[in-house]
T-cell receptor
Framework: DGGITQSPKYLFRKEGQNVTLSCEQNLNHDAMYWYRQDPGQGLRLIYYSQIVNDFQKGDIAEGYSVSREKKESFPLTVTSAQKNPTAFYLC????????????FGPGTRLTVL | GQQVMQIPQYQHVQEGEDFTTYCNSSTTLSNIQWYKQRPGGHPVFLIQLVKSGEVKKQKRLTFQFGEAKKNSSLHITATQTTDVGTYFCAGDDRGSTLGRLYFGRGTQLTVWP
């Protein structure tokens, strides 16, 4: 089955700890994205990558970091500098072609205690 | 910078009533996409509109793209409980298959049986 996987589904961390969220896709898509979703806030773009070894900041990049060493993988690290890290994190990839829609993973709900 | 505004934020309807959500962009868009997120789920692509004044239908859903390519709407006729969820519009201002989308905040639809 082709798709995007995110793990784990739920993640708990203590305040002050860095945490890395996994995102893997086997769709052969070049572009990948990380969004944060809070109630009533919609989808806010954290980082995106259009090609391996390259990425751009989105609208709320502060306190986050990413890497794109492989086409299939785009991990997101939530650092201790992120003031309000508790949120639902969604990873997506984008399909080339006529409609080039974004495909989303199931998300990771991060709770920082 | 680019902004996509979406209203209303919430809509509660009785089953069988119609529903409409509206998106407005601060700049002219190359295309606009619509997504649906069921409660507890992740956004799923519904449709893309590209041409000025374009209208597309999917069963009870009608999507429109404004003549100036700065606004769009989604209309659901005779809502059903299966329509429950949050509907997002997402604007693409460059038409690049690898670029970012600008998501509206979404309209959360509740349907009472």
């Amino acid at each position: 089955d082709g798709g995007i996987t995110q793990s784990p589904k739920y993640l708990f961390r203590k305040e002050g700890q860095n945490v890395t969220l996994s995102c893997e896709q086997n769709l052969n898509h070049d572009a990948m994205y990380w969004y944060r979703q809070d109630p009533g806030q919609g989808l806010r773009l954290i980082y995106y990558s259009q090609i391996v070894n390259d990425f751009q900041k989105g609208d709320i990049a502060e306190g986050y970091s990413v890497s794109r060493e492989k086409k299939e993988s785009f991990p997101l690290t939530v650092t201790s500098a992120q003031k309000n890290p508790t949120a639902f994190y969604l990873c997506a990839s984008r399909a080339p072609g006529t409609e080039n829609e974004q495909f989303f993973g199931p998300g990771t709900r991060l709770t920082v205690l | 910078g680019q902004q996509v505004m979406q209203i209303p934020q919430y809509q509660h309807v009785q089953e069988g009533e119609d529903f409409t959500t509206y998106c407005n962009s601060s700049t002219t868009l190359s295309n606009i996409q619509w997504y649906k997120q069921r409660p507890g789920g992740h956004p799923v692509f519904l449709i893309q509109l590209v041409k000025s004044g374009e209208v597309k239908k999917q069963k009870r859903l009608t999507f429109q793209f404004g003549e100036a390519k700065k606004n769009s709407s989604l209309h659901i006729t005779a809502t059903q409980t299966t329509d429950v969820g949050t509907y997002f519009c997402a604007g693409d201002d460059r038409g690049s298959t690898l670029g970012r989308l600008y998501f509206g905040r979404g309209t959360q639809l509740t349907v009472w049986p």
